[in-house]
């Protein structure tokens, strides 16, 4: 009651005013507290990594040091030389005194670790003496003595050393992911605050303001219109409510009081009139009743023709916009002319008052009145009709002034527009902070692929995968957060373009069928025969469905198998409705978890979500992305029968098919960097150290030289300084200091010598209105971070590959100027030379032919060859193996797709009999014949076998070890 007397006695605006300003201190006090604590997590993060690089070079400078005291004791013990034997004394001495400051130092950014660090100090010691006596026991022993306290002693000790040093590390490498994880979760329940109390702080400012909407606007004045309808038919029993209200209700309430007591009041003396003498008296007091009523009260006379003759207009008309009450009451004249309002608007009026006469329904209008001395007003009349026996009709009603009104519903409308705005801002934060995320990721995935291409030991080719794999979902997670934000916000637009269904799908099963063969699932894919392979939609958002759809169904199911089918559910005028799902045999959900499905960061527990992790973003995303496609989503599960996961979405028919598979590369395929002329440069402009090595490096990789500039305007400065031609592309990134991307792609175009240089636009910020912002400034294509390789090499091809897929021959290669023969040019020769004894002696169906590998030891030094040929054999078995399962389950479809990507990548190598094998099991498989599908893959077992075995070999005689099978 009293939070309803509170709102009852304060003005509307005040009641607005306080709604805002909450929904403002609640932003505040959510942007403070967020900006503070990941300020305090990014601080935390520094010194962490500081700490954990500082341990580690130390810990190494200690190891290598060890290990070179054990070279300089073997030195002395076994030359028989004094001085020499004096010379690794004084240097043992030096050794133990830098190992006793490189472990000092540790404790000096590990102090916990102090106790530990004094036990590897006595070890030190007793080792640094054990080798003072090696030396000394040379020339004071007999022979072989000091030999023994070297194997015995000394060897023993460092070995122990050693193995401590390696503990230590372990520990130190421990307690960093510890304090990783720890960092993480503070970071996780900083977004869960952030968002719960933005939400909270939403739903209380809603909350608050529909109540003030519905019981201090809405609901009074509909009770005081329905008592005004009352009131004009003579019906005065119901009672007024509200007119101790201090606010514009309580004024309207009193003021239709006070009108309801004089029309009470008017109608007594109407009747005493007639029979008493008193009639005027009455009458005056009726006027001056009238007259402390806030708006005007009339009582007019409506003829037939639209002329009107006013019988009475209280005082308080003076005050209103329109003609004066004097003059209303001397004269008759059109309705409209009462009203001073413009000529359009006098029609309205003059069309109300005619239907009421007709229809004897209550007048109930405002209008606009413009003739006023301060500014428009807006005069609103309440009035109703009773007929007279000559057609026209008796009006009694009265005028009032609602101008303050309708300001107040202006207000309400700005109030309106400044949430809508903080909608779209809160979108464009989203937009930012994935900007700012992207930009470090795309450093991270950038040097994992350039370090995949570097010679590697297993443990490291299997982190550095393992980080790719860690960046590429922590990209995927960030791609849902904005997809999220977009649909969320209604900023996400759909494309509508040719594509196949059949190459969409074999897109799709290619990326999961590794992730399925590994936990051991058969992935199947099924196409009723009345599904067009030709459509015209979508395709990126239907793979993103099937893409969430089948990652759920290998994550919950531990074995049997996940199918993806598609059918038609209907046709008409409109197009088809197709009609996709996603079956497996995993566990299944409960009624209840299936109703808590397709909301935002939801799973169906929290159990599922310790054990298997995910943002539950990615049903919310398929579902809203189905309802945009015109269509829907679901799920059908029971517990422990599998689940199936089903999407409608509406697409059209192709009328002229379009040959994909010729234009679009395999996974295989697109593994191998394409060949670009050696001659051609790129240009490539960031801000960011990181961006710009992890672009340039990736062109090196493919042999294109690569310039770097750090802003638009050191960019124009370059181009200028050199002829047109020289660089085949530019790669430009759009935010960047002094002059932004968008700005200098507008300046060059501006330049006739730069209007057709091809212009590839790179930035973090991948949303629909970035990319027509950068069309729209005159880049040629557009290329989003982080950068992946596929992506580059699909989006510079039409600039630096040739018209034809052709591989760039030795004889383009020597056509170059070549420098003077050095060590590893021979090393090359060499292994030409090697790869020639390779050669096969049949003459039918070679396991390989060598010339390609000539070939390709002239496009690559030795390590990096052997880096290739292990990626390709590893690409290779994975094939084999999911061709194996695919075979055994008769998947035709993923025999067919699989054998032809396997076809499109061998003959790179030169393994022409399975390039030829590969072609016939995908001719038996796209025919669907089992007898010879088992004989075809019976020969691809064989000729894989016996080609990769001699890419085994090729590798030996490269300088490396073989890729185990």
Same mark, same amino acid.
């Given at each position: ?786 950068? =992946? +390789? #596929? *992506? ?15 591989? /760039? &021959? !030795? @004889? ?108 016939? =099991? +995908? #001719? *038996? ?15 691809? /077992? &064989? !000729? @894989? ?21």
């Amino acid at each position: 009651m009293i939070s309803e007397r509170l709102f009852h006695h304060r003005p509307l605006a005040t009641k607005i005013a306080l709604l805002v300003a909450l929904m403002g201190m609640i932003s505040l006090v959510v942007m403070g507290y967020a900006l503070h604590s990941m300020l305090s997590v990014d601080q935390n993060y520094r010194s962490l990594i500081e700490s954990q690089m500082r341990l580690a070079a130390h810990l190494g400078d200690a190891v290598a040091t060890l290990s070179e005291t054990r070279r300089t004791v073997h030195t002395a013990v076994f030359d028989r030389d004094a001085p020499h034997r004096q010379e690794a004394e004084h240097t043992v001495r030096a050794m133990q005194r830098v190992v006793a400051g490189q472990l000092d130092a540790i404790t000096h950014v590990q102090p916990s670790s102090a106790s530990d660090i004094g036990l590897l100090m006595a070890k030190v010691s007793a080792l640094f003496e054990d080798a003072i006596q090696a030396t000394d026991a040379v020339a004071t022993q007999p022979a072989g003595q000091a030999q023994r306290i070297v194997r015995d002693r000394f060897e023993p000790a460092l070995q122990a050393l050693n193995d401590d040093i390696s503990k230590l590390r372990q520990l130190y490498l421990k307690r960093f992911e510890a304090s990783v994880t720890s960092i993480n979760a503070a970071t996780d329940r900083t977004l869960w605050t952030t968002t719960l109390a933005v939400t909270l702080g939403l739903a209380m400012v809603i909350a608050l303001s529909a109540y003030v909407a519905m019981s201090q606007i809405s609901r009074p004045v509909a009770h005081l219109t329905r008592i005004m309808e009352r009131l004009t038919a003579r019906d005065y029993r119901e009672a007024i409510p509200g007119t101790q209200r201090r606010d514009e209700v309580g004024t309207m309430a009193r003021a239709l009081q006070v009108f309801k007591d004089s029309m009470q009041r008017a109608d007594q003396l109407a009747a005493e009139v007639v029979a008493s003498a008193e009639a005027r008296r009455l009458s005056e007091q009726l006027i001056d009743l009238t007259g402390a009523i806030p708006g005007a009260v009339f009582q007019m006379q409506l003829r037939t023709n639209g002329w009107c003759q006013f019988l009475f207009v209280s005082d308080k008309a003076a005050h209103l916009p329109g003609v004066p009450a004097k003059a209303l009451r001397k004269t008759e004249g059109p309705i409209e002319e009462a009203y001073g309002a413009t000529n359009a608007l006098q029609a309205c009026v003059r069309e109300a008052f005619m239907t009421s006469m007709h229809t004897l329904v209550p007048v109930d209008f405002d209008v606009h009145v413009d003739d006023c001395a301060d500014g428009p007003r807006w005069l609103r009349t309440l009035a109703t009709a009773r007929p007279l026996p000559d057609g026209g009709a008796m009006f009694n009603g009265v005028w009032l002034d609602v101008t303050d009104r309708k300001r107040e519903a202006q207000a309400l409308r700005e109030a309106k527009n400044t949430a809508e705005q903080a909608a779209h801002d809160r979108a464009q934060f989203l937009a930012m902070m994935s900007h700012e995320i992207r930009t470090p990721l795309n450093a991270i995935l950038g040097l994992s692929q350039l370090a995949l291409k570097e010679p590697l030991s297993a443990a490291q080719q299997e982190r550095v995968e393992q980080m790719l794999r860690a960046s590429k979902h922590l990209l995927g997670i960030v791609n849902d957060i904005l997809d999220f934000s977009k649909m969320d916000g209604g900023h996400l637009q759909l494309e509508k373009r040719s594509f196949g269904l059949q190459h969409l799908l074999a897109d799709v099963v290619d990326m999961l069928a590794p992730k399925a063969l590994h936990k051991g699932l058969a992935l199947h894919m099924h196409i009723d025969d009345d599904v067009p392979d030709h459509l015209m939609g979508d395709p990126q958002r239907i793979a993103q469905i099937l893409i969430n759809y089948v990652q759920n169904a290998i994550k919950f199911t531990q074995k049997g198998e996940v199918v993806v089918a598609l059918r038609i559910d209907a046709e008409d005028a409109q197009g088809l409705v197709l009609h996709g799902e996603v079956r497996d045999t995993g566990m299944g959900l409960t009624e209840s978890q299936m109703a808590q499905l397709f909301q935002p960061f939801h799973q169906s527990d929290t159990s599922i979500t310790r054990r298997f992790g995910g943002t539950g973003l990615g049903l919310v995303i398929s579902r809203q992305l189905a309802e945009l496609m015109q269509g829907g989503a679901g799920v059908h599960s029971a517990p422990g029968e599998g689940s199936t996961f089903w999407f409608t979405a509406r697409v059209q028919r192709e009328p002229e098919p379009l040959d994909v598979s010729a234009d679009s590369p395999t996974p295989s395929q697109t593994a191998l960097v394409p060949p670009a002329p050696p001659v051609q440069r790129v240009l490539v402009v960031d801000d960011n150290p990181l961006n710009l090595q992890v672009a340039c490096g990736l062109l090196a990789y493919a042999g294109i030289a690569a310039d770097s500039a750090t802003d638009g305007a050191q960019a124009m400065d370059q181009l200028a300084k050199t002829p047109p031609g020289t660089y085949a592309a530019v790669l430009m990134d759009m935010q960047m200091p002094v002059m932004d991307g968008l700005s200098a792609t507008r300046a060059l175009r501006a330049q006739p010598q730069w209007r057709n240089l091809p212009i590839v636009a790179m930035t973090a910020n991948a949303t629909h209105g970035d990319i027509e912002a950068a069309y729209a400034a005159g880049v040629n294509a557009y290329l989003a971070k982080p950068l =992946l +390789e #596929d *992506a580059l090499w699909r989006t510079l091809a039409p600039w630096l590959q040739p018209a034809h897929p052709i591989r /760039t &021959s !030795a @004889a383009t290669v020597q056509s170059q100027p070549s420098p003077s023969p050095s060590p590893s040019s021979q090393s090359q020769s060499q292994s030409q030379a090697q790869a020639q004894a390779l050669t096969n002696t049949s003459p039918q169906r070679a396991p390989f032919d060598a010339r390609i590998l000539e070939e390709l030891l002239t496009l690559f030094d030795p390590p990096s060859l052997r880096t290739l040929l292990a990626h390709f054999i590893r690409n290779c078995e994975r094939r084999m193996s999911v061709i194996q399962l695919a075979v055994q389950h008769e998947d035709w479809v993923t025999t067919h797709r699989e054998a032809h990507a396997l076809g499109g990548s061998v003959g790179s190598f030169g393994l022409l009999r399975l390039n030829d094998v590969a072609q016939a =099991l +995908e #001719d *038996a498989a796209r025919a669907r014949e089992p007898q010879a599908v088992v004989q075809q893959y019976q020969e691809l /077992t &064989s !000729a @894989a076998q016996e080609g990769l075995t001699q890419l085994r070999a090729m590798q030996t005689l490269l300088g490396g070890p073989p890729t185990s099978g």
